[in-house]
C-alpha cells in the first residue's frame, strides 16, 4: 500500500520498518532482541493504533499489519554480534531519516517524537515497578535501564 503520495512505493515499505530498527536498536544494550523485549515492541506499537498524535494514525495502522514478521526478519538478518548489529541498525535508521525528511516538517516532528517514546518503551521492558519502590531515585549503574 502506497501510504504517503509523496513517497515511491519502495520508500513507502522501507518507512514501515522504522519501528522495527527503532525496537532492535533498543534492545540492543544487550546485543539481543528477547521475549521480553519483542512482547513489548509489539503491545506498544498496538496501542499507538490508537493513541498516535492522529497525524500517524494511518502509519501505525499499516505498521501493525506487518511489524511482528518485520522484526522477525530484521533481526533474523542482522548480525549476532552487538557493534556490528548497531551500525547496521544506525545505518538504515539515517536511510530512513531521508526518507521522513521528504514529508515535510509537522509529519517529521511527529514521527520523530513517537520514534523517541516507542525507543524508550522497549528499552524499558525489563524495568520493574519494585526497583521503583525500593529505589525511587534513581542510582547510576543500578537503576539505570
Known sequence: MKL?????????EELLKFPAYISLLAANSDGILDEAEKMS????????????????????LEVDKLFENSIEKLDKDLPKEKDKREAIIQKEIMNLEMIILKLGKKYTS????SMKSFKEHVFKAHHSVIVDF???LPIPGLTDC
Open 110 to 113: 511527529s514521527l520523530h517524537h
Open 41 to 60: 515492541a509489539l503491545k506498544f506499537l498496538h496501542t499507538k493504533t490508537f493513541s498516535s498524535d492522529p497525524l500517524l494514525l494511518k502509519f501505525y
Open 134 to 136: 525500593i529505589f525511587p
Open 4 to 12: 504517503f503520495k509523496k513517497l515511491s512505493v519502495q520508500e513507502n
